[in-house]
């Protein structure tokens, strides 16, 4: 258990009480602190690669966890968001069912003793569902705390949506690269 897999796992860690305060619409300023908490967590995930990378501490565990501490955070934030109107329900089952068919491809190969590492279209989608999710906290925490009806929820949608753009594209990416894993 080296440094960056103990940053992944406070990432995991954030994600209930990011969760709670998602939720806690009765409280002026919970878009705030699950802003706060987001972009806490958002850092850690470029902060235990970086540090990984930089002293050559990449581990099996890291490999496996870093992806799914990701998951877990990007895709507990945005069915959170569906009750709040900024998060169509169509959006999140787009991207569990690409985690799903990505997972799965990762299975295949991995009984083939093939590894299939995140790729670079992998990056970037959670990257713009990184962007998407603080993008929407931060209008939030505007529309709470300054109390302007700033009519989010077209915005969110937008954005939201626009995460499926590299979402779906990152799927078939990885189909097209290991279609020689499925096909055996």
């Known amino acids: 258990m080296n440094t960056p897999n103990k940053i992944t796992c406070f990432r995991i860690i954030l994600v209930p009480f990011l969760v709670f305060f998602l939720l806690k619409n009765d409280w002026k300023y919970s878009p705030l602190i699950a802003l706060s908490i987001f972009i806490l967590a958002s850092v850690s995930d470029f902060l235990d690669g970086y540090i990984a990378r930089k002293n050559d501490l990449i581990t099996n ?38 985690e799903f068919i990505i997972s799965s491809l990762r299975s295949l190969a991995a009984s083939s003793s093939v590894v299939i590492a995140a790729g670079k279209s992998g990056k970037i989608k959670t990257a713009f569902q990184m962007i998407a999710i603080i993008t929407i906290l931060l209008l939030q925490c505007i529309d709470r705390i300054t109390e302007i009806n700033l009519h989010i929820n077209i915005i969110s949608n937008i954005l939201m949506w626009l995460t499926v753009i590299p979402t779906v594209i990152s799927c078939i990416e990885y189909i097209v690269k290991y279609h020689d894993v499925i096909k055996d």
């Open 61 to 98: 565990l890291g490999i496996f966890l870093d992806p799914i501490a990701d998951k877990i955070l990007v895709i507990s934030t945005m069915v959170c968001l569906i009750p709040l109107g900024e998060c169509h329900p169509a959006v999140v089952i787009i991207v569990i069912a690409r």
